[in-house]
């Protein structure tokens, strides 16, 4: 399984970005997906999970109501849409899929990792 993710610039606050991750797999709905991040000098984090189906996603606190995860299994790719953005989100951002297909917030509970995609917010 491999994992591309894109998507990440530099952006002001306020403003937005779309991350999206492309899967190699054979069965893409046989994935959960989750979005982490890791800040400079911090650890990696969770940011946002959805099923295979993409009928369910939960969100950490710190991004809800603003960030957005869904998922195209016709293009074996996930999507994060990040509104609102803050400084506090420059991070870089890791796609990671987890073979099930419900959704997993704990970093140990991915089979699979991206590359990871830097997001960068200036205030």
């Known amino acids: 399984v491999q994992l591309q993710a894109s998507g990440g610039g530099l952006v002001q606050a306020g403003g937005s970005l779309r991350l999206s991750c492309a899967a190699s797999v054979r069965t893409f709905s046989n994935y959960g997906m989750g979005w982490f991040r890791q800040a400079p000098g911090r650890e990696r984090e969770f940011v946002a999970a959805i099923s295979g189906s993409g009928r369910s996603t939960v969100y950490a606190d710190s991004v809800k109501g603003r960030f957005t995860m869904s998922r195209d299994n016709t293009k074996d790719t996930v999507y994060l849409q990040m509104n609102s953005l803050k400084p506090e989100d420059t991070a870089v951002y890791y796609c990671?899929?987890?073979?099930?297909?419900?959704?997993?917030?704990?970093?140990?509970?991915?089979?699979?990792w991206g590359q990871g995609t830097l997001v960068t917010v200036s205030s």
């Open positions: 990671a899929a987890k073979v099930s297909a419900a959704y997993y917030t704990k970093l140990r509970e991915y089979d699979y």
